[in-house]
């Protein structure tokens, strides 16, 4: 299945997730932010998976973590393993309903593309350890 990053028209590209950075980056820490109750939470979602959103029926899934974001003419992919330009691939789900979608970056988040009424969702910075 292609999952691109809309770059304002409707050009979609395959995400390719090399082997190494699959290995290394197990885990992303979200900050779930609840525009309705002001608040906002840090959870640990496991890449390909999905969390749960305390006390809601809505889920938060990493579909895929790319630690330095490139973009090629007909891919994404990361071109390398360190965490130069982070970005997940995340997804709203409410009831196993998909209700958003989109990418979310960790230095430039005017290039998120995640957008949805009550939960934003942002990438912590990502320290080199």
Do not use: C, Q
Request: aromatic share 10%.
């Amino acid at each position: 299945m292609a999952a691109g990053h809309s770059t304002g028209g409707e050009v979609k590209r395959e995400v390719r997730v090399p082997d190494d950075v699959k290995a290394k980056w197990k885990t992303v820490n979200l900050k779930v932010e609840d525009k309705e109750k002001s608040t906002e939470e840090v959870i640990a979602v496991t890449v390909g998976k999905g969390a749960p959103i305390k006390g809601t029926n809505f889920v938060i899934k990493v579909k895929a973590f790319l630690p330095h974001y490139t973009m090629y003419d007909t891919y994404i992919s990361s071109k390398s393993n360190e965490p130069v330009n982070p970005a997940a691939l995340v997804e709203l789900l409410e009831g196993g309903k998909s209700v958003a979608n989109g990418w979310v970056f960790a230095n430039f988040t005017a290039f998120n593309s995640y957008k949805h009424s009550r939960y934003g969702i942002v990438l912590p910075p990502i320290s080199l350890k």
